[in-house]
């Protein structure tokens, strides 16, 4: 199994910045692509960012420019830094990894536990 911890998020004022880290653990062959989705009361989850294991990143139209997505690869971790913060980006965030347990075994999606982000006006 795969295991993501994720730590960071609360409480900031707009303008202001988040730094959001999650850290995959257990027992796995190889981990993918690693990303954040989130989603809001009412919405259903969205992808903010993804990063390959190469370093190549994507994001979601609304947070390029303010949000960057990385990743340790030895520690097998994923950071979200948010700058720039809006009430609109106030949402509960998801850890994502795609991990193969296997050499030869299918990829699989793992989530983290959520972390809420909240952003006042």
């Known amino acids: 199994q795969v295991q993501l911890v994720e730590s960071g998020g609360g409480l900031v004022q707009a303008g202001g910045s988040l730094r959001l880290s999650c850290a995959a653990s257990?027992?796995?062959?190889?981990?993918?692509?690693m990303g954040w989705y989130r989603q809001a009361p009412g919405k259903q989850r969205e992808v903010v960012a993804a990063i390959s294991s190469g370093g190549t990143t994507n994001y979601a139209d609304s947070v390029k420019g303010r949000f960057t997505v990385s990743r340790d690869n030895a520690e097998n971790t994923v950071y979200l830094q948010m700058n720039s913060l809006k009430p609109e980006d106030s949402a509960v965030y998801y850890c994502?990894?795609?991990?193969?347990?296997?050499?030869?075994?299918?990829?699989?999606?793992?989530w983290g536990q959520g972390s809420q982000v909240t952003v006042s006006s």
């Open positions: 994502n990894a795609r991990a193969r347990r296997f050499r030869f075994s299918s990829e699989y999606d793992y």
């Open positions: 257990g027992a796995f062959f190889s981990i993918n692509a």
